[in-house]
């Protein structure tokens, strides 16, 4: 029997963790996993063989985010993630809120500036890819759709505006649909998270103060989410209503675990994103003053002697 349409059997055994994370190889999620990593490498050649150091941490920040993307989509987690309402849920917030941190720390933007071609002068070229590149970054499109005032009701609406919809049950019932709908959680945990990780380059980079203000004014909506699904008498979820006989499941009883999972996740990319802010606060901080004090080995520390005269002047009065 299928699912939907969508070409998956209903007749999975119970869900077990090892059954879950059997490789199946999803070709969309699998070739773009890929993909991802072989231009990630490619950059990171390029510079290393021009000789330019690229971070460690970087690069293995960016390959754990696409392994969390291979492991939700390329697995049996995805297809018991049809017909378990939980394990739906384990997918949505590992690829919207824990692999959008990790990509996102992997700074891609930064290394494609870095190892894109410029445009040949010398043939008379006026834009090469990374003119591009940086042609797009400056666009008004991009200043809008990681402006706050676009990406949080983005993130709001992509819970509230599609579970408690038909439009779920709708994508749900074939297989392109749940492909756009997984894609379109990872890209709305892009656009949400890019200007508040602020490690790549944006038109948007608010201070460290409103990037905090902005991460909180999108997770409670999670939490609410979850509690929503938790407190709930009855199934809310068309395509979960009816778990397969096989799987041994109750409807209301998954959905509940499914509103658990909601409510926990929620505090995970918080904790993430916030150590990363302090820490690239601290770094900021600690730039600025090497910044200062070589400035004030260059000067003779002209401000402070200005300062220490500005003091005897008032004193004098």
Not at 122 to 130: E, F, I, N, T, V
Not at 245 to 253: E, I, T
């Amino acid at each position: 029997m299928d699912h939907g349409g969508h070409g998956m059997t209903m007749d999975l055994p119970p869900f077990t963790l090892a059954r879950g994370l059997e490789f199946t190889g999803e070709p969309f999620f699998l070739v773009g996993c890929l993909l991802a990593l072989a231009l990630y490498g490619w950059g990171v050649v390029r510079l290393r063989r021009r000789g330019d150091a690229w971070p460690v941490g970087r690069t293995v920040a960016f390959v754990t985010g696409v392994l969390t993307v291979a492991l939700v989509m390329c697995t049996a987690l995805n297809e018991y993630g049809m017909v378990l309402f939980s394990v739906h849920m384990v997918q949505h917030m590992v690829i919207s809120m824990l692999s959008p941190i990790l990509l996102l720390l992997g700074a891609p933007v930064t290394l494609a500036l870095r190892a894109l071609p410029s445009a040949n002068r010398s043939q008379g070229a006026r834009k090469g890819p990374r003119e591009l590149l940086v042609a797009l970054l400056h666009s008004r499109y991009m200043r809008v759709i990681t402006h706050p005032v676009f990406t949080i009701p983005l993130f709001i609406a992509s819970l509230y505006a599609l579970y408690f919809t038909p439009l779920f049950d709708f994508l749900m019932g074939s297989k392109a649909g749940h492909i756009a709908m997984m894609v379109h959680f990872l890209a709305v945990g892009l656009v949400f998270f890019w200007p508040i990780m602020g490690v790549d380059p944006g038109p948007h980079r608010p201070g460290y103060v409103m990037r905090m203000l902005e991460l909180f004014a999108g997770m409670p909506f999670h939490a609410f989410f979850g509690i929503a699904l938790m407190m709930a008498t009855e199934p809310m979820i068309g395509t979960y209503a009816h778990p397969p006989a096989s799987l041994g499941a109750d409807a209301l009883s998954d959905q509940q675990a499914a509103g658990g999972i909601a409510w926990a996740f929620s505090e995970i990319p918080s904790v993430i994103v916030l150590v990363a802010l302090v820490f690239q606060w601290y770094v900021s901080e600690q730039r600025q003053a090497r910044r200062r004090d070589r400035r004030a080995d260059r000067d003779g520390d002209k401000e402070l002697a200005a300062y220490n005269a500005y003091l005897a002047s008032l004193q004098g009065r």
